[in-house]
């Protein structure tokens, strides 16, 4: 299960710090991510994490967002800076392969997702 955390609105150019709650994902080598989907829109790949720590980012949020994970809390984070408009959607963790997952967003683990508005 995996429940995200953090969302809300926020103005044009600034911060917020998502975070996803981690319990029941059997597999420690999966990848985990963040996506997004906003309406009309297709979901977005923004960041992933793989077991050993390695961050990857779509060139979107490169430079303004940061994933990172800690394993002792079972959370994931994203902490996401310089916002604006284009950012607002609705914001998932999940977890999977890498492949399956970050490249096509075929994970095996989703939350319910956080609101974030931007304006």
């Known amino acids: 299960q995996l429940v995200e955390s953090g969302g809300g609105s926020v103005q044009a150019g600034g911060s917020l710090r998502l975070s996803c709650l981690v319990s029941g994902v059997t597999n420690n080598r999966y990848a985990m991510a963040w996506f997004r989907q906003a309406p009309g829109a297709e979901r977005e790949g923004l960041a992933a994490i793989d077991s050993d720590g390695r961050p990857d980012y779509a060139d979107s949020v490169k430079g303004r967002f940061t994933i990172s994970k800690d394993n002792a809390k079972n959370t994931l984070t994203l902490q996401m800076n310089s916002l604006n408009p284009e950012d607002a959607a609705m914001y998932y963790c999940?977890?999977?392969?890498?492949?399956?997952?970050?490249?096509?967003?075929?994970?095996?683990?989703w939350g319910q997702g956080t609101q974030v508005t931007v304006s």
């Open positions: 999940a977890a999977g392969g890498w492949l399956l997952c970050w490249d096509s967003g075929r994970c095996n683990y």
